[in-house]
């Protein structure tokens, strides 16, 4: 089994910064994509940041240049930094990766419970 955990999220004021970390634990044989996602009151869950196993981190519209994600492979993490934040960056944000485990030939996908981000005015 696969467990994603994601956390650093909290308050925070217009204009500041914070990192959220994603953990992944489990019978782990390989990753493929990983992505974190996010979700406003009311809309839906959209794409922030997919970082591909090549290495390439495509970046949702109104994130780009004020986000970057990053993954550990070795330390199963990816990282989430958000600067020059807005208060239109409120969300729960979602961790999720692909992962192949020792018994399977293929990649599932796994979700975290999501972490949530208030960024005051």
């Known amino acids: 089994q696969v467990q994603v955990v994601e956390s650093g999220g909290g308050l925070v004021q217009s204009g500041g910064s914070l990192r959220l970390s994603c953990e992944v634990s489990?019978?782990?044989?390989?990753?493929?994509?990983m992505g974190w996602y996010r979700q406003a009151t009311g809309k839906q869950r959209e794409l922030v940041a997919g970082?591909?196993?090549?290495?390439?981190?495509n970046y949702g519209a109104s994130v780009q240049g004020r986000f970057i994600a990053f993954r550990d492979n070795a330390k199963n993490m990816v990282y989430l930094q958000m600067n020059s934040l807005k208060p239109e960056d409120t969300a729960v944000y979602y961790c999720?990766?692909?992962?192949?485990?020792?018994?399977?030939?293929?990649?599932?996908?796994?979700w975290g419970p999501g972490t949530e981000v208030i960024v005051s005015s």
């Open positions: 970082l591909l196993v090549g290495g390439t981190v």
């Open positions: 999720d990766v692909y992962v192949r485990t020792g018994s399977s030939a293929e990649y599932s996908r796994y």
């Open positions: 489990g019978s782990i044989f390989s990753f493929g994509a």
